[in-house]
T-cell receptor, first 114, second 114 residues
Framework: EAQVTQNPRYLITVTGKKLTVTCSQN?????MSWYRQDPGLGLRQIYY???????DKGDVPEGYKVSRKEKRNFPLILESPSPNQTSLYFC?????????????FGPGTRLTVT | AQSVTQLGSHVSVSEGALVLLRCNYS??????LFWYVQYPNQGLQLLLK????ATLVKGINGFEAEFKKSETSFHLTKPSAHMSDAAEYFC????????????WGAGTKLIIKP
């Protein structure tokens, strides 16, 4: 089954404790992206990747890191989480960026930082 | 810069009534326009998209949207609401303006009254 998977689905952590949220897709998509969703703000893009070893900042990259060493994986790293990073995070992938490619979303990771 | 405005954070309709969710966008170049739906505790999935072909676009689950360039609008409609349509709906735009990254509206929660 074609899908985007994220782990963990739920995470409660403390300020300053490094964490990684994994994202994997099995559709051989070139493009992957991370978003955060906050009430009343819709989705805001954190980072995206056009292909392996190619990543770029989105609208809200501060406090986050990403890497794209393999085509299928695009982990999101919070080196020193803070309470303002409490949010719902989505990973998405598509055949490419540009034009009208549909993005496929993972189920989301709900992160709480205390 | 591109932006998307969804009028109404919550819209309530009776089962069987017309659904109308409003989306206005700003873009200095021809845009691609999307509607995504998010069911409770799930990721987003594509409802429909406008890609500069027909201005009236039909999507899944009986939804359709009409691109009106003069009004910079892409409103989503469904003739008869069903209880299963209760979800949050997001409008998004992409174009050369945003380097083809999706710019999202804040979302509209659709409530269906029995």
């Amino acid at each position: 089954e074609a899908q985007v998977t994220q782990n963990p689905r739920y995470l409660i952590t403390v300020t300053g404790k490094k964490l990684t949220v994994t994202c994997s897709q099995n559709m051989n998509h070139e493009y992957m992206s991370w978003y955060r969703q906050d009430p009343g703000l819709g989705l805001r893009q954190i980072y995206y990747s056009m292909n392996v070893e190619v990543t770029d900042k989105g609208d809200v990259p501060e406090g986050y890191k990403v890497s794209r060493k393999e085509k299928r994986n695009f982990p999101l790293i919070l080196e020193s989480p803070s309470p303002n990073q409490t949010s719902l995070y989505f990973c998405a992938s598509s055949l490419g960026a540009g034009s009208s490619y549909e993005q496929y979303f993972g189920p989301g990771t709900r992160l709480t930082v205390t | 810069a591109q932006s998307v405005t969804q009028l109404g954070s919550h819209v309530s309709v009776s089962e069987g009534a017309l659904v109308l969710l409003r989306c206005n966008y700003s873009s200095s170049v021809p845009p691609y326009l999307f509607w995504y739906v998010q069911y409770p505790n799930q990721g987003l999935q594509l409802l429909l998209k406008y890609t500069s072909a027909a201005t009236l676009v039909k999507g899944i689950n009986g939804f359709e949207a009409e691109f009106k360039k003069s009004e910079t609008s892409f409103h989503l409609t469904k003739p008869s609401a069903h209880m299963s349509d209760a979800a949050e709906y997001f409008c998004a735009v992409s174009s050369l303006d945003s380097n083809y990254q999706l710019i999202w509206g804040a979302g509209t929660k659709l409530i269906i009254k029995p």
